[in-house]
């Protein structure tokens, strides 16, 4: 029996990059067969366990993704999955360090500004 089920990827920039490695890190753990489609621009589903074939979907944010997960696994895996799309594959977090480490840098005095031509 396949598992399916369909998720709205809210994190910044979609599954591009950090995003994209944290999801096939975790598809890859499990032993199902385990596809993603981008049912915002109505792509074919791909295997989830491979980095080239998520980054080709083009998910942005915003975008709804389809997860067709087939096997002894598929409950674990399509509970781990849809968390980690819920929760921002992680770039949440970086978001927010990213913006504390501008608010520190642009208050340091003894910081250069860049130079620009």
Same mark, same amino acid.
């Given at each position: =029996?396949?598992? @399916?089920?369909? +998720? !709205?990827?809210?994190?910044? @920039?979609?599954?591009?990059?950090?995003?994209?490695?944290?999801?096939?890190?975790?598809?890859?753990?499990? !032993?199902? *067969?385990?596809?993603?489609?981008? =049912?915002?621009? %109505? @792509?074919?589903?791909?295997? /989830?366990? @491979?980095? +080239? %074939?998520?980054?080709?979907?083009?998910?942005?944010? %915003?975008?709804?993704?389809?997860?067709?997960? *087939?096997?002894?696994?598929?409950?674990?895996?399509?509970?781990?999955?849809?968390?980690?799309?819920?929760?921002?594959? %992680?770039?949440?977090?970086?978001? *927010? /360090?990213?913006?504390?480490?501008?608010?520190?840098?642009?208050? *340091?005095?003894?910081?250069?500004?860049? +130079?620009?031509?």
């Amino acid at each position: =029996m396949t598992t @399916s089920l369909e +998720i !709205q990827v809210h994190n910044p @920039s979609g599954l591009h990059a950090r995003p994209a490695a944290a999801f096939v890190r975790a598809a890859c753990t499990f !032993q199902s *067969d385990i596809r993603v489609a981008n =049912m915002t621009t %109505g @792509s074919d589903p791909v295997t /989830a366990k @491979s980095i +080239i %074939g998520v980054l080709g979907l083009g998910v942005q944010r %915003g975008h709804r993704i389809r997860l067709f997960v *087939d096997g002894a696994d598929e409950g674990p895996a399509a509970d781990t999955l849809r968390a980690l799309v819920e929760a921002g594959l %992680g770039e949440d977090d970086l978001v *927010d /360090a990213d913006l504390v480490e501008a608010d520190r840098v642009e208050g *340091d005095p003894g910081r250069e500004p860049p +130079i620009t031509s």
